[in-house]
């Protein structure tokens, strides 16, 4: 049977770990490094490796120029010990930090300003969050962390004041990430436990009533979905590492027509008009892996000539895992897993794609969140 290369999927394989708790009472020291200035705080969150129970959470501090790693703990001793097992996403809203921590099935909450925790409530096998009005949205895969699970996901709904549960809605299969535009919360769907019946499909929500209206069909294992301020939305295919490399499509909300965008993309954010991507796709026929750097115009929609790293310095990269770009200075960020279970690396890139400075980070560097004044 076909594997997807889904990383959740492939440390599932390697491992075959419990899942674990905040239980470990072994508090790891922080470390602090200066950096060159920046312009723009933010936090990174560290996956860790499933089972280890080893998400970290590092910080750049503006004001100092320190880039501190592991700062949970430190901040919060009387909480937790650690802050849980594979953290899956982490945004800011409404001077609230939400890190989802994905295999420890809960969403920790805490004050965006020092990382100091407020509360956390519980979602199993949670995945990703979004946000509208007063309210949150968590993706959830509904079951255990398990291969070859067939049941469909969930999006639930809390408030952002006590965190209680509203509303629910079934779901494709494996959902993941999601984006509200125009009133509706559209959400990829993966069937990413199921290698060889993937989902392919967009499920549309109407927030009024907190119902399926309808599924968009795209491609097979969907992952990032993001929409640009033109009500366009952005989604990327894992494929299924045989035969099918990762794909970009665009999806027109008003209309719902898909349009292919001939990149690999792995992962991507959007600021402004532009799209950066990077494409990490290994293939299990060949055993290779196939790296690529691409800008997006997305006015137009197509793929602008060269990489958004232009010195050559991306070849210090070894596995490409998340990417943020700086609202304010357009300086880009690319983290680097390396082997996936020990410290990896975090690279920044001025505007103009040429190296600044580079630093180690937790293990499996992943999602950033800019703190913006």
């Not at 075959?16 to 312009?39: G, H, N, V, W």
């Not at 992952?223 to 366009?232: I, Q, R, V």
């Not at 992962?267 to 008009?273: H, K, Q």
Request: net charge negative; with cysteine; hydrophobic share 35%.
């Amino acid at each position: 049977m076909k594997t997807t290369l889904n990383y959740l999927s492939l440390s599932l394989l390697i491992l075959s770990a419990a899942i674990s708790c905040r239980k470990d009472p072994t508090i790891i020291p922080p470390e602090i490094e200066k950096l060159p200035q920046q312009t723009t705080g933010f936090y990174l969150l560290n996956e860790g490796t499933m089972g280890r129970n080893n998400a970290t959470l590092d910080y750049y501090d503006v004001e100092t120029s320190e880039y501190r790693r592991n700062i949970f703990p430190e901040i919060n001793p009387s909480v937790v010990n650690r802050l849980g097992d594979v953290g899956n996403d982490l945004k800011i809203y409404g001077g609230k930090l939400y890190a989802v921590m994905n295999c420890s099935n809960l969403v920790e909450v805490m004050n965006a300003r020092d990382a100091k925790h407020i509360t956390k409530f519980d979602v199993l096998n949670c995945r990703y969050v979004t946000f509208h009005g007063d309210k949150v949205y968590v993706s959830s895969y509904a079951g255990p962390v398990e291969l070859g699970d067939k049941r469909l996901g969930l999006i639930l709904e809390f408030d952002t004041v006590n965190f209680t549960e509203k509303r629910r809605v079934t779901v494709g299969y494996q959902p993941e990430e999601m984006a509200i535009v125009n009133g509706k919360l559209y959400v990829a769907n993966s069937g990413g436990y199921t290698a060889n019946d993937y989902d392919r499909t967009v499920s549309v929500i109407d927030l009024a009533t907190f119902e399926e209206i309808r599924k968009i069909e795209v491609d097979i294992n969907l992952h990032h979905l993001k929409a640009d301020g033109y009500g366009n939305l952005y989604v990327s295919s894992r494929g299924d590492h045989y035969e099918q490399s990762s794909q970009l499509y665009v999806i027109d909300t008003k209309t719902e027509m898909i349009k292919q965008i001939n990149v690999n993309a792995s992962n991507f954010c959007i600021v402004g008009d532009t799209a950066y991507v990077y494409g990490t796709d290994f293939n299990f026929a060949t055993g290779k892996t196939t790296i690529s750097y691409h800008l997006i115009d997305i006015k137009t929609q197509t793929v602008l000539p060269g990489k958004f790293i232009t010195d050559g310095t991306e070849a210090l990269i070894e596995r490409p895992y998340g990417i943020a770009v700086d609202p304010v200075s357009y300086d880009v960020y690319i983290t680097d897993a390396r082997n996936y279970i020990s410290s990896g690396m975090l690279y920044c890139f001025d505007k103009n794609g040429e190296y600044k400075w580079s630093v180690t980070t937790g293990d499996t560097p992943a999602h950033i969140a800019f703190v913006m004044k």
